[in-house]
DNA sequence: ATATTATTAGTAATCATTATTAATAAGTAA
DNA sequence: TTACTTATTAATAATGATTACTAATAATAT
C-alpha cells in the first residue's frame, strides 16, 4: 500500500510546468492552470509544487523575493537580467563542471550536495537599449 | 547640495552588522539594535538595510526565506548547512578567480555584473551528528 | 536662527506562503 | 461493484516578511 495518491491536480500542475520552462513562480503557475481547470486551489499548487521539489521531480529556485519553479533537474546554473528580469538557463561543459567538482572536493570543513549559481547583469536586448 | 542625510539610525545599523558577521535577517538587526536603541523602528531597519544595498556597501543575500545582509562586499560565496543552516563565507583563491572570470566571458547573450553561488550540504558538526 | 525637506517612528497595508478544516475522491479490500 | 479508509483538495483564515503611509522630527543649506 502507497501512502501518495495520483491526483489530476498533481497531473495538471506538473505538466503545466512541463509546458512552461520560463522559471514561473507558484502564482504564475496557479494563473496558467486557472485558465483551465477554474476550481484548482492556489494552496494545492503551492502544495504540489512544494512536495515535487522535495522528492526532486522539479527544482525550486529561491533568486526572487518569491520562489520559482523549474522542470529542467539535469544540473545548470541562471542568469538574471537586472533590467527585463528575466532568467536564462546556463549550462556548463565538461570542463567546467569537473573544475567545479574539484573546487567542492577542497573543502574540509562541510560537504557540498548542491551548488546554486546565480549570475546577475544585463542581456543582449537590455544592453542596446542601455545605450 | 547633498540629498542624502546622515542619521544617527543609519549609523546604529551599519555599525551592528559590522559588529554582527553572522548575515543577520532584517529581523534580527531590528532585535540587536532595539536593545540599545528601543525607539528605533522596524521599517528604519528595513529601509536602511535596503539602502546601504543599493549603494553597494553592504550585501543582500536570498537564499532564505528572508533576507539576510553581509558587511563583507569583497567578493565572497556562501555554504549553507541543510541541518543547522549555518552560513560559511566561501572565498576563492586567484586561480579559482581566475577560472571564474574566464567562464564569464564566455557568454555573448549577457554580460555579467554579480555572481552569487550558494553550496548546500552538511557542515562538520551535522556531518558527526548524522552518523 | 530659520527654513527646507530628507528621514524617522509608528502603524496599516500588502504580498507570499502556510495552516486549518470539512468535503472529496484515490486506492484497497470485501 | 460497493463500501471503507484516509490522502488530498478547495476555500479561506492565519502567519511572516516587507513595503507604504503619514505626521512628527531633525539634518543641512541659507
Redesign the pocket.
Known sequence: ??????????KI?FDCLKNNKVHP???DVYNIVHKD?P??????????L??LSENGQIRKLDFD???RFDDEIAPHYHFVCKRCNKIIDVFLNEERLTQLDEFKQTFNDFSIDDTEIVFKGLCKDCQKKEN
Chains 1, 2 share one sequence.
Open positions: 500500500m502507497n501512502n501518495t495518491r495520483e491526483t489530476l491536480q498533481k500542475i513562480t507558484a502564482e481547470y476550481n484548482i486551489s492556489k494552496a494545492t499548487v503551492y502544495r504540489v512544494s512536495k523575493t518569491s520562489s
